[in-house]
């Protein structure tokens, strides 16, 4: 069984930055090999894919609405996936989760893929 725990959520001004931190477990880490990334979910919105790593090889897909802005990174030592939001905006407030599975997917940021989720963490841009 495989936990995420979501850390960092906040408020902050449009332009502002956030970083999110996701702890996992459960499972060793550094030899799971698989699709790990952030999602998120605004009021009455479909949950949709922020950015994900795939992490046999390290390649990441970002959305073309984070592209340039937000970065997914994972540190195997601290068993921490993250994801650095710079130039926040208002749009970009949602509920934030982490997810992972186990293999390799054509679609990655297609959040029904996911089978272990963390509680999420909010993030609130004001402008």
């Known amino acids: 069984q495989v936990q995420l725990v979501e850390s960092g959520g906040g408020s902050v001004q449009a332009g502002g930055s956030l970083r999110l931190s996701c702890a996992a477990s459960?499972?060793?880490?550094?030899?799971?090999?698989?699709?790990m990334g952030w999602f998120r979910q605004a009021p009455g919105k479909e949950r949709e894919g922020v950015a994900v790593i795939y992490t046999f090889t390290g390649i990441t897909n970002h959305a073309d609405s984070v592209k340039g802005r937000f970065t997914i990174s994972r540190d195997n030592a601290k068993n921490t996936l993250y994801l650095q939001m710079n130039s926040l905006k208002p749009e970009d407030t949602a509920m934030y989760y982490c997810?992972?599975?186990?293999?390799?997917?054509?679609?990655?940021?297609?959040?029904?893929?996911?089978?272990?989720w963390g509680q999420g963490t909010q993030v609130t841009v004001s402008s």
């Open positions: 459960g499972y060793t880490y550094r030899n799971w090999v698989g699709w």
């Open positions: 997810a992972a599975r186990p293999g390799n997917i054509r679609r990655p940021l297609l959040s029904d893929e996911y089978n272990y």
